[in-house]
């Protein structure tokens, strides 16, 4: 046991070791803060994925034996700890079902490749997709950051293996459990289980999910991109041999999903443009992302490394300032290739050989890439970094002032809205035309609608506060003039700084059961 000498300053034995790897530790005799239990970032790593990704033959047993004893230890009490208790339980039935589904999935594109005589043995191109991956930097969890120049892009160690050989061919495979685990995992899926399939995909998913989400800027596209990697994932499972990682193997499956989808579409961002009997403001128009569509944040809190601030590379992957909206409104202005490679190396952190192996390109190309993406990038985003940023978790400001925006609205008093606004705020409402920009335009559209004797008036609204891809949101409910319901009216998300409110991006609220709100009150 380690000894206290004081309330900063802890002893450990001569022989305390790293818990993953067995390394001796160095001592902290005189320094303050806690004992180290890892040796590097690696070994945090791992010991964090363990405790995170139950081994793929216990996965359905475990959930099942956890909502069993949830559901036995349930009972009526104070409200508040019985909310988190049903909340808790919500939460493992909704894996049970998505492995379920999965499994379900992957059942039925078997049963169709049965009856199919010419495609039962053939995987093709989604087959190649198997062995490679991206390894891990084992020593590096902390992406660069994604608004600096490109630098230090010279010839990179496993240049060779990115571009002769099949990718992640230079990475050594994992040692251990871990390695013992994916080829254990990769002969459950040569052998046709399903559920051995989807308990080894399904940790994965929600970061799948948020990478998608990065690529194509869209919630609904992202889980139908999740859903085709997970198919092709389960048709292409032959390729997986265990020599790199599922989570490498996933990636690469996920990020050529969305490349083909962002091939077949014709979508480009623009600039929004004047509608008639508008006053938009004197300031130029803002640019236009049709698509774009939020992200609920209790489905990142499912990372927890995002959360605990543990370093982990599901943390970098849910990073705030890489899912805000001003960021996945701008990476949509980079063609589909390059946005992937910026993604990749600069949020992710992946390594450039890596890089070039999962989207089949030279080393030279993803380097020449990188240097067109970041400059472009930039030219999209706020001229300072902390304009866009913000901490991890909500502060108290911006839940006052979330808080006071909510009640303004309901009260109908515009003065107190005007107050919370920025001289140069932004308004828009994706996918509609309408913007405004400058406080003026803005106050100039809402103030008829909230003034009960104005033709235009819109109703009595109520407002419940929730979060958005790392930022205040607020689900607005109307109830119309004759009618007795509030019903889901639109999804604002706030951009807050120096204590005002200078953006806001209005949504459509068919997504607001995601967030957990319902349609009416």
């Known amino acids: 046991m380690p000894r206290v000498v004081s309330p900063w300053t802890v002893i450990m034995p001569e022989n305390n070791s790293c818990q993953v790897c067995g390394r001796t530790l160095p001592r902290r005799r005189g320094k303050p803060g806690r004992a180290s239990v890892y040796c590097s970032a690696a070994c945090r790593q791992k010991a964090y994925r363990s405790r995170r990704d139950p081994s793929p033959g216990e996965t359905v ?7 069993e004893r ?8 104070r409200p508040g700890v019985f909310y988190r208790e049903v909340t808790a339980l919500s939460s493992s039935v909704g894996r049970l079902r998505r492995v ?3 499994a379900l999935d992957a059942a039925q594109v078997t049963a169709e490749s049965a009856s199919s005589a010419g495609s039962a043995g053939s995987t093709g191109s989604e087959g190649s997709t198997g062995s490679e991956g991206y390894g891990e930097a084992p020593e590096n969890v902390t992406p660069a950051p994604v608004t600096e120049s490109a630098a230090g892009s010279g010839a990179d160690p496993g240049a060779e293996a990115a571009a002769g050989t099949e990718p992640g061919a230079g990475i050594p495979p994992g040692s251990g459990s871990d390695g013992e685990q994916d080829a254990a995992a990769a002969a459950a899926l040569r052998s046709g289980d399903e559920w051995a399939f989807a308990g080894l995909v399904e940790p994965y998913r929600r970061e799948l999910q948020v990478h998608c989400y990065r690529m194509v800027g869209s919630y609904d596209d992202s889980e139908d991109l999740v859903q085709e990697t997970l198919l092709r994932a389960w048709r292409g499972r032959d390729g997986f041999q265990g020599r790199s990682s599922a989570r490498a193997w996933l990636y690469r499956i996920a990020t050529n999903a969305c490349l083909d989808f962002l091939r077949r579409t014709t979508r480009r961002p623009g600039r929004y443009g004047p509608v008639e009997g508008m006053d938009h403001g004197s300031q130029d128009p803002p640019p236009r992302v049709t698509w774009l569509q ?7 809190e499912d990372l927890g490394g995002a959360v605990s601030g543990e370093a982990s590379p599901e943390a970098a992957a849910v990073s705030r300032e890489t899912v805000e909206l001003v960021f996945l409104a701008a990476i949509q202005h980079l ?46 985003l706020p001229g300072r970094r902390a304009e866009w940023t913000g901490s991890a978790q909500p502060t108290e400001e911006e839940r006052e002032i979330l808080r006071r925006y909510m009640e303004a609205t309901d009260r109908s008093d515009v003065s107190a809205v005007s107050a919370l606004l920025s001289e140069d705020i932004r308004l828009t409402m994706p996918p509609n035309p309408f913007w405004f920009v400058g406080r003026e335009a803005m106050l100039a559209f809402l103030e008829p609608s909230l003034d009960p004797a104005s033709p235009s008036y819109f109703g009595k609204w109520r407002h419940l506060p929730t979060r958005a891809n790392g930022q205040p949101a607020a689900a607005g409910y109307v109830q119309r003039p004759g009618t007795a319901v509030y019903r889901a009216q639109v999804l604002d998300v706030l951009r807050i700084r120096d204590g005002k409110i200078v953006e806001i991006t209005a949504f459509e609220p068919h997504l607001l059961p995601a967030f957990g709100l319902p349609l009416k009150l």
């Open 61 to 67: 047993h475990e959930l099942i034996a956890d909502i």
């Open 70 to 77: 949830r559901v036995r230890g349930l009972a009526p009490q």
């Open 100 to 102: 379920a589904r999965t």
């Open 294 to 300: 939020p992200y609920p944040d209790h489905l990142l």
């Open 335 to 380: 063609p589909p290739r390059q946005r992937a490679v910026l993604i990749l190396r600069d949020v992710l952190g992946l390594p450039a050989a890596e890089t070039a192996g999962m989207l089949e390109m030279s080393l030279a190309s993803v380097n020449s890439a990188l240097q067109r993406a970041r400059p472009a990038l930039r030219e999209h």
